[in-house]
C-alpha cells in the first residue's frame, strides 16, 4: 500500500495548538494521510505541558515529538513516562525520563517505528551522538516503516543524517529552526526528506517570537522570556509518501496553510 505520513512543524504558542486543534484532522482527512507526527517541543513557547501534549494528541497527532526544550517545563516528565505517544530525544542521557523511540500500529497492521533524534551542533553538547544512537535503535528495530524526527539547528546535520539513514529508514525531516525548506526529495536509497519541515504558530512572527523583542535582542537589549507574536496563524508540513511493498518513499509533498 502507499502509506501517507504527515510531519507537522514545531507548534508555538497557544495560538498554534489553537490552529491546530482547528486545522490538522480537515487537513490529514483532505490529503488522506494514516499517520501523523507533531513537534510539539515550543508548546509553551520553550517547553511544553501535559496539558499542552494531550490537546495535540487530541487534535489529531498519533505521536508528538519534541527538542532541546523538553526540560523547559519539568511537569512534563511524568507524561513522558506514562504516556507512549510521547517522544523526546532518543541521545538525552538514558537517566532522563521517557523514551526516545517507539513503534506504533498504523493502518492494515503496520508497525510504523518513530524516532526522535536531537542534533549537536550549536546545541547541547550534553548529548550522545545522534548518528550512534540511531545505529544502536535501528539495528533492534522491528518496525514495517521508520520514520525520524531530527531536531537540529544545522543544515550540514540534518542533511549528513538523511544520508547516514538513507536505505535503513524511509521518511526524515529536520525541524527546530522553524523555517521551511525548499529541498523536499528522496534519496537514492528510497529515504524521503526536507531539511525543515517549519512551524504550527503566528505567522508575523520572528520565529514564532513577537518581532519587537527579537529586533530588541539583537540590537543588544536586555534579555526576557520570550513571548509569542500575535496575529494570524499558518501551519506547516510535509507528507511522505511511503510504498509498503518496495519499502521506498516515492513522494514528498509541503502542505502549508494559513490565515
Known amino acids: 500500500m502507499l502509506l501517507h505520513v504527515m510531519a507537522v512543524g514545531d507548534v508555538c504558542a497557544e495560538a498554534g495548538l489553537d490552529y491546530l486543534t482547528r ?15 507533531v513537534n510539539g517541543e515550543n508548546a509553551s513557547v520553550v517547553g ?14 498519533d505521536v508528538i515529538t519534541l527538542g532541546n526544550h523538553t526540560w523547559n517545563r519539568l511537569e512534563i516528565a511524568d507524561f513522558l513516562e506514562e504516556n507512549r505517544y510521547i517522544l523526546r530525544p532518543a541521545n538525552f542521557s538514558g537517566r532522563t525520563p521517557g523514551r526516545g523511540w517507539g513503534v506504533y500500529e498504523g493502518p492494515c497492521g503496520l508497525r510504523i ?19 550512534t544512537a540511531a545505529d544502536r535503535l535501528l539495528a533492534a528495530a522491528d518496525a514495517d ?21 538513507d536505505g535503513r529508514a524511509h521518511a526524515l525531516w529536520g525541524t527546530h529552526t522553524h523555517v521551511p525548506t525548499a529541498d523536499c526529495r ?33 540590537l543588544g537589549g536586555l534579555p526576557r522570556r ?26 514528498v509533498q509541503r502542505v502549508d496553510i494559513q490565515e
Not at 516503516?145 to 539513514?165: N, P, Q, R, Y
Open 23 to 37: 486545522h490538522l484532522r480537515t487537513l490529514a482527512r483532505l490529503h488522506g494521510v494514516h499517520f501523523t507526527v
Open 48 to 61: 511544553i505541558t501535559p496539558r499542552q501534549a494531550q490537546r495535540i494528541l487530541d487534535a489529531g497527532a
Open 113 to 131: 517505528g518513530v524516532l526522535n533524534l536531537m542534533g549537536r551542533f550549536e546545541m547541547d553538547c550534553n548529548l550522545d551522538s545522534p548518528f
Open 145 to 165: 516503516v521508520i520514520v525520524v524526527d531530527f531536531h537540529a539547528e544545522a543544515t550540514s546535520e540534518k542533511g549528513a543524517m538523511a544520508w547516514h539513514l
Open 186 to 218: 528522496v534519496l537514492p536509497g528510497g529515504l524521503g526528506f526536507v531539511t525543515d519541515v517549519g512551524m504550527t504558530g503566528p505567522l508575523q512572527s520572528v520565529l514564532g517570537i513577537d518581532p519587537g523583542q527579537a529586533v530588541n535582542r539583537f
Open 226 to 251: 520570550f513571548e509569542a507574536a500575535r496575529g494570524p496563524c499558518k501551519l506547516e508540513s510535509v507528507i511522505f509518501t511511503i510504498d509498503t511493498e518496495s519499502k521506498r518513499c516515492v513522494s
